[in-house]
């Protein structure tokens, strides 16, 4: 994974819209009185601290993220004894702590490469204590966009190119796919949780309305700012997809756009 220092997904997870869709993984994901909760992929921890705000009977939350960085950041938010964070990739989980009762992948498992997906969810089953439940989310799956916003994105994308042409720049064709847009349908979600070793696996679709300001917050993630534009100039490339975006919404008149997140989960 790769992480870029000021375009982190910070700004995007302070969004209600983030807390809504933590507090979905949440009542999937319910651990008991008492019980260990791993947050696989913590980042900065602002997942792990609506974790702890929404679930103050469990007994403790480790977050687990290969970033030092951003382990800095999140241990200077989190200073619950309840809290604590472990350095290493989500790949290596069931090394890096004891027996877990759930395990939750808040929006992370784009970040890893799509041949790689099996394996994590392989530790996070040996990291669950029997019974245990692992699930995870993310806005990056084959199914996401409704078809009736395809005009939305089309529009967007043109009016973001005129600000690049502006500056004297364009949109680059990327031939090979960033990690993040090496997406998944639900279905194949699903039979990663069977092959890691799940039963009674489910994938829930959920659709939220995302308004200017939570589409300008995505605008500041390094993943998706390359992902949509090609060019490495982070600050180039998140200006341009905002000032399209804003004229996408005075344009077309939009309150807010529609786009599904994935829930899939399972039982060990």
């Known amino acids: ?9 910070d700004a995007m997870s302070r969004r209600p819209l983030y807390g809504d869709v933590t507090q979905r993984l949440v009542d999937i994901c319910e651990a008991p ?3 260990v909760v791993a947050d696989v992929g913590c980042g900065s921890g602002l997942a792990t601290e609506l974790l702890l705000e929404r679930s103050a009977h469990v007994g403790s939350i480790i977050g687990i993220d290969p970033s030092e960085h951003e382990l800095t950041i999140a241990r200077a938010r989190l200073t619950d004894p309840k809290v604590r964070f472990v350095q ?5 989980v069931e090394s890096l702590t004891g027996p877990v009762d759930v395990a939750v ?3 992370v498992m784009h970040q890893i490469p799509a041949d790689e997906r099996g394996a994590v969810l392989a530790g996070c089953h040996r990291l669950l204590a029997p019974g245990g439940r692992c699930a995870l989310n993310t806005l990056f799956y084959e199914g996401a966009v409704l078809p009736g916003t395809r005009p939305f994105y089309t529009h967007w994308l043109r009016a973001t190119r005129a600000v690049l042409r502006d500056r004297g720049t364009d949109l680059v064709l990327v031939r090979e796919r960033p990690v993040a847009m090496q997406t998944l349908t639900p279905r194949q979600h699903e039979d990663l949780f069977a092959d890691a070793g799940f039963s009674q696996t489910k994938s829930e679709e959920a659709e939220y309305t995302w308004t200017l300001a939570d589409w300008e917050a995505l605008c500041a993630y390094s993943v ?15 200006d341009a997809l905002i ?8 344009e077309l008149e939009l309150s807010g756009v529609p786009r599904r997140w994935l829930f ?5």
Request: zero cysteines.
């Open 88 to 92: 290493g990739r989500a790949q290596d």
């Open 1 to 9: 994974m790769t992480f870029v220092h000021g375009y982190e997904f």
């Open 243 to 250: 000032r399209g975006l804003r004229t996408t919404f005075e």
């Open 105 to 107: 992948l808040s929006n």
């Open 224 to 238: 998706f700012i390359e992902g949509a534009t090609g060019i490495s100039d982070l600050a180039l490339g998140s």
């Open 264 to 268: 899939t989960w399972g039982v060990k």
């Open 33 to 35: 009185e008492g019980g």
